[in-house]
């Protein structure tokens, strides 16, 4: 597609459920970053993939967050026991050769 | 790890008038973007200025990673300029990841 889209735009979600977010990057692009973003916040790192493996992970908060990139395109966030604090904008960029292109964004909300 | 300020925090304008937003980061950088964020949340690249100085029409930007800073020129401001304008830097060569600033907010009234 054209730009880098992500879904779901908005998921609703109990707290200890698990949740998968979707981000299909722009074609071409080998690197995709994962970001959260909190109210009032700028956006913080959470994951790197080049290609199809992690090269850095070390924004993860905890071993409840997952990612993954099977084939080196799509990639899907995946939460486990969702908790309250976990509700954010999750943010999907990716890039060619050094400059990042966002998505719109999955909003997250744990009741 | 790579620290970035922006200032200033809040900012409201008039139609038509300039602006300057600036951006200090802590530690020479490979990468610096500047994005707007609108009030729908998307996230749209302005520049990518690791150095130098580039325009864009009523945008500008110019980075001097000598002595740590950048900073992005709105002329003529239009309503659909506010939002939130946050500065990214990504500082130790090879980690790859965007430092984000906490952003600017812009208000531009008619």
């Known amino acids: 597609g054209a730009g880098v889209s992500q879904t779901p735009s908005n998921k609703v979600t109990e707290k200890g459920k698990y949740v998968e977010l979707r981000c299909d990057p722009i074609s071409g692009h080998t690197a995709l970053y994962w970001y959260r973003q909190s109210l009032g916040q700028g956006p913080e790192f959470l994951i790197y993939f080049q290609g199809t493996g992690a090269a850095d992970d070390s924004g993860l908060p905890n071993d409840r967050f997952f990612a993954v990139r099977p084939e080196g395109s799509v990639s899907t966030l995946k939460i486990q026991r969702t908790e309250r604090g976990d509700s954010a904008v999750y943010l999907c960029a990716s890039s060619l050769a050094g400059e990042l292109f966002f998505g719109e964004g999955s909003r997250l909300t744990v009741l | 790890g790579i620290q970035v300020e922006q200032s200033p925090p809040d900012l409201i304008l008039q139609e038509g008038a300039n602006s300057t937003l600036r951006c200090n980061f802590s530690d020479s950088v490979n990468n610096l973007q500047w994005f707007h964020q609108n009030p729908w949340g998307q996230l749209i690249n302005l520049f990518y200025?690791?150095?130098g100085t580039k325009q864009n029409g009523r945008l500008s930007a110019t980075t001097v990673a000598t002595e740590r800073y950048s900073l992005l020129y709105i002329s003529s401001s239009q309503t659909t300029d506010s939002g939130v304008y946050f500065c990214?830097?990504?500082?130790?060569?090879?980690?790859?990841?965007?430092?984000f600033g906490k952003g600017t907010k812009l208000s531009v009234i008619p």
């Open positions: 990214a830097v990504e500082g130790r060569a090879g980690s790859y990841q965007l430092t």
């Open positions: 200025i690791p150095s």
